[in-house]
T-cell receptor, first 110, second 113 residues
Framework: TQLLEQSPQFLSIQEGENLTVYCNSS?????LQWYRQEPGEGPVLLVT?????EVKKLKRLTFQFGDARKDSSLHITAAQPGDTGLYLCAGVSSASKIIFGSGTRLSIRP | NAGVTQTPKFQVLKTGQSMTLQCAQDMNHNSMYWYRQDPGMGLRLIYY???????DKGEVPNGYNVSRLNKREFSLRLESAAPSQTSVYFC????????????FGDGTRLSIL
């Protein structure tokens, strides 16, 4: 069974600080997706990374796919209260199945 | 744009009661999914439908049934609700299978007493 572990599980930081959250597995994925979920809503896709070593930027968010395509990270620069939410990574297996991690709950204090 | 619409948004049931969760998408997507989300456990796939007329079991199908009524609609039925089925249920759709990005509804919060 493929598993995706996300760390930390919870993170609370001050506005303006930088942070990194991680998504790790022992399995290789053909691609990896990052979603953000706000309270009372469904997850919304932020980005998909496909190539090992790929880096994608979305304003203050930087996503990286590991060289071996087993892990990924999300770095937020100068966090804002609007970044608060649950961040989910989802790996796509070679059999085209999507597996979700358990998420990192991020809280940004004004 | 409506996207993926789920009804109802909230429901409280007694153990043993049955109910159907409704989901409809207006994006002409081929694939649809039902997940449950529990604290600390992320999203777990209950059933999915790769295309109209087909359904397949996911990771946690026991106690549930599904119907792909047409291309737009995919319903989830609990025949005899149990407290362990208390959860938030999400419907999602994607243009195709193969791990394509999914579009989610806002969820149904279900409590079984």
């Amino acid at each position: 069974t493929q598993l995706l572990e996300q760390s930390p599980q919870f993170l609370s930081i001050q506005e303006g600080e930088n942070l990194t959250v991680y998504c790790n597995s022992s399995s290789v994925f053909s691609s990896l997706q990052w979603y953000r979920q706000e309270p009372g809503e469904g997850p919304v896709l932020l980005v998909t990374v496909v190539t090992g070593g790929e880096v994608k930027k979305l304003k203050r968010l930087t996503f990286q796919f590991g060289d071996a395509r087993k892990d990924s990270s999300l770095h937020i620069t100068a966090a804002q209260p609007g970044d608060t939410g649950l961040y989910l990574c989802a790996g796509v297996s070679s059999a085209s199945k999507i597996i979700f991690g358990s998420g990192t709950r991020l809280s940004i204090r004004p | 744009n409506a996207g993926v619409t789920q009804t109802p948004k909230f429901q409280v049931l007694k153990t043993g009661q049955s109910m159907t969760l409704q989901c409809a998408q207006d994006m002409n997507h081929n694939s649809m999914y039902w997940y449950r989300q529990d604290p600390g456990m992320g999203l777990r796939l209950i059933y999915y439908s790769a295309s109209e007329g087909t359904t397949d079991k996911g990771e946690v199908p026991n106690g549930y049934n599904v119907s792909r009524l047409n291309k737009r609609e995919f319903s989830l039925r609990l025949e005899s609700a149990a407290p362990s089925q208390t959860s938030v249920y999400f419907c999602a759709s994607s243009e195709g299978g193969g791990g394509q990005p999914q579009h989610f509804g806002d969820g149904t919060r279900l409590s079984i007493l």
